[in-house]
């Protein structure tokens, strides 16, 4: 498995949860990590990522100030902070990695996001 996302489940709107990536040693030598998702009937869209070495990030306008995406190299594992959250981010999240967040490589598996108002 090249990637791994775990961390997913149910919360209220308002509420918090954190999503966590696991890396293999091939991924992790990608550029960029991101995070990505798809809710039921839309497209899977951009959501954040970051640069593994240097950790410039960046965030979809719909999340920016709610959302923090990390990493920890040592561990070789991602995480996706999600505060404030609304209905509308109800989806499945998926990581991945590649050269760019626009070339990605590598997918996780996806985890269901489901925020209840």
């Known amino acids: 498995v090249q990637l791994q996302a775990f961390g997913g489940g149910l919360v209220q709107a308002g509420g918090s949860l954190r999503l966590s990536c696991a890396a293999s040693e091939r991924t992790f030598s990608s550029n960029v990590m991101g995070w990505f998702r798809q809710a039921p009937g839309k497209e899977r869209e951009f959501v954040a990522s970051?640069?593994?070495?240097?950790?410039?990030?960046y965030y979809a306008d719909s999340v920016k100030g709610r959302f923090t995406i990390s990493r920890d190299n040592a561990k070789k594992l991602g995480y996706l902070q999600m505060n404030t959250l609304k209905p509308e981010d109800t989806a499945v999240y998926y990581c991945?990695?590649?050269?760019?967040?626009?070339?990605?490589?590598?997918w996780g598996q996806g985890t269901l996001v489901t925020v209840s108002s």
């Open positions: 970051i640069i593994w070495s240097g950790g410039s990030t």
């Open positions: 991945a990695a590649g050269p760019s967040s626009r070339t990605m490589s590598y």
